[in-house]
């Protein structure tokens, strides 16, 4: 018997449910956050609102035609990253391993627990934890893998919890959409529609050969996430927290404006390792040695964030800051820390769907013919960073980074 307890947590409408934890007058109002001009985005909408057709990526222009009675708030990603780091605190003091997917979802590995407790009353009483210390409603999955548990915790929603019997998963998805499966993107679900193909239980009785030559190795994949079946463990949350670079000079130099040049370029290249890794990250630092080999480093917070545009004036204020000594320089460099999972959402509140629209073209272009393909204007001094293989996990590179998981 398969005696592994995998448990999905995700805090529901996060950024919503946030903003009513600020102010009490906004529960049950229909609420959107996210950009507040007509070109901005919706980042997150509450459940009040979906009735009229509203969803996060759309823009917010649409979202007020749609839900003209809506509160919309320009939503703040430092006050996010604090409340999540709270609950990814309880999480973590709780659970003997678990893993942070994004800013708002978590997967948490219980197994052996109910040998001396029982894991639906421990994950029960976890919740009741969160929600508690928080004061953040959040839903739960359970069952013997990953897969499974995140789809149950979607079948719970809102604010509620749900436990898959051993044995039951196939069932429990039979009479759901395929849209369901976390592999099932709009363009994946058109396809099968196209063939007649709703629910899952269509997918468990056809042969997995006919999912592979309709829709090639990710067939494979949805076939068998259909029929309940996921290996892919619960990964610790202590995984891959940094990357960085740095360039040492062939001749040392006091050229500030090939130095800055060569930091925007290295900043443009780390964040699109981000944010093909579907990664985010809360530190930035920079480093600088001198010629007579003294080297000095500066880091600041930040709140979670893979978009050039944002880094690059960050990291350029820290170089103003360091570089105190007007000496040559030998070396520079920057590190990201604090690197969670997370794609570009974000920074939603601060970006115009034409701004997330073309980091979407910038980084398919990248992926296809190399990460110097296309760069800012100020970057062009550093022609020498070289093609970076995605640093994380091994995994193979992420296409687009707001592809949903």
Same mark, same amino acid.
């Given at each position: +018997?398969?005696? @592994?307890? !995998?448990?999905?947590?995700? =805090?529901?409408?996060?950024?919503?449910?946030?903003?009513? %934890?600020?102010? *009490?007058?906004?529960?049950?109002?229909?609420?959107?956050?996210?950009?507040?001009?007509?070109?901005?985005?919706?980042?997150?909408?509450?459940?009040?609102?979906?009735?009229?057709?509203?969803?996060?990526?759309?823009?917010?222009?649409?979202?007020?035609?749609?839900?003209?009675?809506?509160?919309?708030?320009?939503?703040?990603?430092?006050?996010?990253?604090?409340?999540?780091?709270?609950?990814?605190?309880?999480?973590?003091?709780?659970?003997?391993?678990?893993?942070?997917?994004?800013?708002?979802?978590?997967?948490?590995?219980?197994?052996?627990?109910?040998?001396?407790?029982?894991?639906?009353?421990?994950?029960?009483? +976890?919740?009741? @934890?969160? !929600?508690?210390?928080?004061? =953040?409603?959040?839903?739960?999955?359970?069952?013997?893998? %990953?897969?499974? *548990?995140?789809?149950?915790?979607?079948?719970?929603?809102?604010?509620?919890?749900?436990?898959?019997?051993?044995?039951?998963?196939?069932?429990?998805?039979?009479?759901?959409?395929?849209?369901?499966?976390?592999?099932?993107?709009?363009?994946?679900?058109?396809?099968?529609?196209?063939?007649?193909?709703?629910?899952?239980?269509?997918?468990?009785?056809?042969?997995?050969?006919?999912?592979?030559?309709?829709?090639?190795?990710?067939?494979?994949?949805?076939?068998?996430?259909?029929?309940?079946?996921?290996?892919?463990?619960?990964?610790?949350?202590?995984?891959?927290?940094?990357?960085?670079?740095?360039?040492?000079?062939?001749?040392?130099?006091?050229? !500030?404006?090939?130095?800055?040049?060569?930091?925007?370029?290295?900043?443009?290249?780390?964040?699109?390792?981000?944010?093909?890794?579907?990664?985010?990250?809360?530190?930035?630092?920079?480093?600088?040695?001198?010629?007579?080999?003294?080297?000095?480093?500066?880091?600041?917070?930040?709140?979670?964030?893979?978009?050039?545009?944002?880094?690059?004036?960050?990291?350029?204020?820290?170089?103003?800051?360091?570089?105190?000594?007007?000496?040559?320089?030998?070396?520079?460099?920057?590190?990201?820390?604090?690197?969670?999972?997370?794609?570009?959402?974000?920074?939603?509140?601060?970006?115009?769907?034409?701004?997330?629209?073309?980091?979407?073209?910038?980084?398919?272009?990248?992926?296809?013919?190399?990460?110097?393909?296309?760069?800012?204007?100020?970057?062009?001094?550093?022609?020498?960073?070289?093609?970076?293989?995605?640093?994380?996990?091994?995994?193979?590179?992420?296409?687009?980074?707001?592809?949903?998981?």
């Amino acid at each position: +018997m398969n005696d @592994k307890h !995998i448990m999905h947590l995700d =805090l529901d409408t996060f950024y919503v449910s946030v903003e009513r %934890k600020i102010d *009490s007058r906004l529960k049950a109002r229909p609420l959107l956050v996210g950009g507040t001009s007509d070109r901005g985005v919706v980042a997150a909408c509450s459940y009040e609102t979906r009735g009229y057709g509203v969803h996060s990526g759309m823009s917010m222009k649409l979202a007020r035609q749609l839900c003209p009675e809506a509160v919309v708030i320009r939503g703040n990603a430092g006050t996010y990253s604090k409340h999540s780091d709270e609950v990814t605190e309880i999480i973590k003091e709780q659970t003997p391993l678990f893993e942070k997917s994004s800013i708002d979802e978590f997967y948490a590995d219980l197994t052996g627990m109910d040998r001396f407790y029982g894991c639906y009353k421990f994950a029960t009483e +976890m919740r009741n @934890k969160i !929600i508690k210390e928080t004061g =953040l409603p959040i839903s739960f999955g359970l069952s013997i893998n %990953k897969v499974v *548990s995140k789809i149950a915790t979607g079948e719970a929603k809102p604010n509620n919890q749900l436990l898959i019997d051993y044995g039951t998963e196939k069932s429990f998805l039979a009479p759901l959409s395929i849209k369901k499966i976390p592999q099932v993107g709009d363009k994946t679900y058109q396809t099968l529609r196209h063939l007649g193909i709703k629910k899952i239980h269509t997918v468990q009785e056809m042969p997995q050969e006919m999912m592979i030559n309709v829709l090639g190795k990710n067939g494979s994949l949805i076939w068998q996430r259909a029929q309940g079946v996921d290996n892919r463990p619960v990964v610790a949350f202590n995984e891959r927290k940094s990357i960085s670079t740095e360039r040492t000079f062939d001749k040392d130099t006091i050229d !500030i404006k090939k130095l800055k040049s060569i930091l925007i370029a290295m900043t443009e290249n780390l964040a699109y390792q981000l944010r093909r890794g579907d990664k985010l990250t809360a530190c930035i630092n920079v480093k600088i040695r001198y010629s007579d080999f003294n080297t000095y480093s500066k880091q600041i917070r930040i709140p979670y964030c893979s978009a050039d545009h944002i880094l690059i004036p960050r990291i350029l204020e820290l170089f103003d800051k360091l570089f105190q000594r007007r000496l040559l320089i030998r070396l520079i460099g920057i590190r990201f820390s604090h690197i969670v999972s997370g794609n570009y959402q974000i920074n939603l509140f601060d970006d115009s769907e034409q701004a997330i629209n073309l980091y979407k073209a910038l980084d398919k272009i990248r992926e296809k013919y190399g990460d110097r393909t296309v760069v800012r204007a100020a970057g062009m001094e550093a022609r020498t960073i070289g093609r970076m293989h995605n640093p994380f996990n091994g995994l193979p590179p992420v296409v687009l980074a707001h592809r949903k998981q």
